[in-house]
T-cell receptor, first 113, second 113 residues
Framework: GAVVSQHPSRVICKSGTSVKIECRSL??????MFWYRQFPKQSLMLMAT?????????EQGVEKDKFLINHASLTLSTLTVTSAHPEDSSFYIC?????????FGPGTRLLVL | GQQLNQSPQSMFIQEGEDVSMNCTSS?????WLWYKQEPGEGPVLLIA???AGELTSNGRLTAQFGITRKDSFLNISASIPSDVGIYFC?????????????WGLGTSLAVNP
């Protein structure tokens, strides 16, 4: 149980384009999902908390207009990186909360050329 | 704010050896979580601890929730090459409703066959 999927697993795009990443909880409902970013050899950095049916809560320093989050159902949250630039290249990971634990997706490797 | 201090930062051991790592905090946590992350993957939940003093095993892994609720350790017995990865401790933030995770900086484990 407690499986989270993420799609796509990797994406390469041109600078200026937008990229959408999906996060799904497959066997449980998640009212709260989280989006993280991770740079090589570093810990996960929380970007935002996604709440079903309401606006996401962004961490300090994360631009909400650049990283659009939609949590339209209890099993799906999406992160859209708008007008992506090379500095947005990173490993993006989502998680879904069940009770006090969080279960993570496999991550999305984004490379912006 | 809440912080987790994880040690050691890295370990290089021989196959078959036992491993121990720990996390400490200056503030109380109500839940301790131990994750393992392999390169290019999202973290996988190994053990969740919900009660002070709790000792829980998952195969060759054993973790304990300190009685003061300010520390936890993870032991791996008879290590094998596939134990290689980065191990993170984490605990839900006690403030607010979203319960975002506070992370340790990770313990990188290398196993020499």
């Amino acid at each position: 149980g407690a499986v989270v999927s993420q799609h796509p697993s990797r994406v390469i795009c041109k600078s200026g384009t937008s990229v959408k990443i999906e996060c799904r909880s497959l066997d449980f409902q998640a009212t709260t999902m989280f989006w993280y970013r991770q740079f090589p050899k570093q810990s996960l950095m929380l970007m935002a908390t996604s709440n079903e049916g309401s606006k996401a809560t962004y961490e300090q320093g994360v631009e909400k207009d650049k990283f659009l989050i939609n949590h339209a159902s209890l099993t799906l949250s999406t992160l859209t990186v708008t007008s992506a630039h090379p500095e947005d290249s990173s490993f993006y990971i989502c998680s879904a909360r069940e009770k006090a634990a969080q279960y993570f997706g496999p991550g999305t490797r984004l490379l912006v050329l | 704010g809440q912080q987790l201090n994880q040690s050691p930062q890295s370990m290089f051991i021989q196959e078959g050896e036992d491993v121990s790592m720990n996390c400490t905090s200056s503030s109380i946590f109500n839940t301790w979580l131990w994750y393992k992350q392999e390169p290019g993957e999202g973290p996988v939940l190994l053990i969740a601890l919900y009660k002070a003093g709790e000792l829980t095993s998952n195969g060759r892994l054993t973790a304990q929730f300190g009685i003061t609720r300010k520390d936890s350790f993870l032991n791996i017995s008879a290590s094998i090459p596939s134990d290689v990865g980065i191990y993170f401790c984490a605990g839900p933030n006690n403030a607010g409703n979203n319960r975002k995770l506070i992370w340790g900086l990770g313990t990188s484990l290398a196993v020499n066959p």
